[in-house]
């Protein structure tokens, strides 16, 4: 047994006993539509929402607003992309990716955060090694709050889930707020369904 195995072996065997998972309440949520409430909260972290009725039109809306990209990664067919995606794909050759493009699964109004699983991603690293990152997602996929998330059957199925709420930022004790300094500078929600 090498050193690597037997180490393994003994974190496996130090492993607590499995337990049902909590019974989370169900929280009464604001009032308000939750495509609004979603987008009013994405805003507040520094996300943008945008409409769009086709693939075309997003197509058309990503050659405008980042007209200066040149390696696109897209995990959503008919939306095009100059850096193709499987599950194949190493993630760090992500690194150079100006605008990666995903559909996520679910929204959740309370929050303005987008939810993704491994097959949303494809990569996972496209949701941090890209420097703009542009989700399509139907607003008829809108979740009040986090209880609800934690009640979805693809939240306990998946292998890797990860919300997003607006691009990466951190702020200095002086209050100046940078984006991107650990992940996507921006990034644009596409309601579409």
């Known amino acids: 047994m090498t050193t690597r195995e ?3 072996s003994k974190i496996r065997a130090a ?4 337990r049902p998972r909590p019974d989370v309440p169900v929280f009464p949520s604001p009032e308000g539509e939750l495509k609004a409430r979603f987008t009013t909260a994405l805003t507040a972290m520094g996300g943008t929402c945008v409409e769009a ?41 992500l690194q150079d990716v100006d605008v990666g493009i ?25 949701g941090y090694l890209s420097q ?6 139907d607003p008829a996929q809108l979740v009040e709050g986090l209880q609800q998330v934690y009640r979805r059957d693809d939240f306990k199925s998946a292998r890797y889930a990860v919300l997003v709420t607006g691009p990466s930022a951190t702020a200095d ?12 500078r921006s990034l644009t929600v596409v309601w579409l369904a």
Not at 105 to 124: D, I, K, L, P, Q
């Open 53 to 93: 009725a086709t693939l075309e039109d997003v197509n058309a809306l990503i050659a405008a607003r980042f007209a200066d990209a040149k390696v696109i990664a897209s995990a959503v067919p008919g939306v095009d992309g100059t850096r193709p995606l499987s599950s194949d794909t190493v993630p760090a050759s």
């Open 6 to 8: 037997a180490f393994l």
């Open 102 to 126: 995903v559909r996520g699964r679910f929204g959740v109004a309370e929050t303005g955060s987008v939810w993704f699983s491994e097959e949303e991603y494809v990569v996972n690293a496209i």
């Open 173 to 184: 004790i002086e209050g100046v707020l940078i984006r991107g300094a650990q992940g996507v």
């Open 132 to 137: 703009h990152l542009v989700v399509l997602l």
């Open 15 to 18: 492993q607590p006993a499995s």
